[in-house]
């Protein structure tokens, strides 16, 4: 058994899904569990319908949730003839879902809604993709994941419960399996013991994908990309970015660690747990070799570099000139554990601490407001955080040319740079 995973890239339009599909055909025979995203950025777009409904704008919201209704069925048409009544009703059922939620008045937690709705996209976009496959030949049982992924009540980063869900897996997953080849599910979103819709975090489809491939003991997972293959930098932001045909866990670990967006950073340990290998390849061109990741040490990296935009520096001074001391920084982590924010450089010096987060709108606010309770808070936005890797002290002066250095840190064997 393989797991497969597609992301919201590779079925992000009409073309796309047919690609999808030519793929998939090449493994008939074979038995594949696959998972797919949301279309292209319909995650963002429901995202601004909660947001409408959460400011009591109602309409906007109706009218936002209209958009993604009306791309979603024009998908279908355009795919679908035998098969299109059958997704018609499948996907208005969804809508139907939503919109219901979308009249009342929000009386719960902004997270709350926020899954009740996002999780749509996952649904609209699977049903789309399996009525298409089944009617061009490709047969396959359609699964709502919610049936299966258990998790706590954490809205918006939900935890999975894993006895449960494997017990779900064996009795739900598995028995398709004895007559059919292909299971076609969501990535990202679970269901709470009460039926409450969650999500794994953004971009948890791969995880989804993962966990699957651990309960299921697959032979390997395949994350579908539309990059020939992980590189040593993102190659939308460095043209000179070259192919890592063979990684380990633990560098992809590390990489995901310090803001790579190329793989889900709580994907690899339950591979790893099982030294099931992860291939990243190319949906637009599968026959290219793209990346294994495995446990095996890889010698001989080039640099590996990451930038993260949108990082804000909190630079906290203690209000007294004392030393800034374990408590002071204990009351700190105890913060960024309440806000559920997560520092990506800390500097500890005598009478100041400076940390550096992603900029994450209101929590990022807080953060901010908090800490000026027990520190005195400069707060810097719009900032950059650029890492490198097996760092050979080539690359750095030309990355940082006319950019300031705001902070500076440095292991024998990464070096990262806070800039203006
Ligand atoms: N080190 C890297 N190697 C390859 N791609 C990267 C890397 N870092 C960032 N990316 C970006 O990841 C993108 C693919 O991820 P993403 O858009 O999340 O895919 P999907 O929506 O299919 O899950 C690529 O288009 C690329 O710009
Ligand atoms: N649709 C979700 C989950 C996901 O993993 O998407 P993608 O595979 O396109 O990154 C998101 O955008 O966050």
New binding site residues.
Partial sequence: MKVF?F???SVNSVDRVKNTGNILKQYQGEKLLVVI??MG????ALESVVEAFYANRKDDALALFEQVKQQHLTTAKYLLVTHYLACEQQLRDFFTEVEWMLHDKPVREFDYYYDQVVCV??LLSTSIVSHYLNETGVPNKWLDVRDIFRTDDNFRDATIDWEYTSAQIDDAVKPVFTTGNMVLTQ??IGSTDENEST?LG?????YTAAVFANILDAESLTIWKDVESVMNADPRRFPDAVPLPELNYNEVIEMAYYGAQVI?PKTIKPLQNKSIPLYVKCFLDPLLAGTIIHNQPVKQLPPVIVLKEKQVMLQLNSKDFSFVGEHHVGLLYHLFEKIKIKPNLTQNGAISFVCVVDDQGEKTERLALEAASIFDTKVMKELSLLTIRHYTGDHLEKLIAGRTVLLKQQTPDTVQVLLG
């Fill in positions: 995973k992301g919201g890239a995203s949301a950025k319909t995650t963002n996209g996952e990535g990202y999500t953004r971009e948890g489809s791969d889900h």
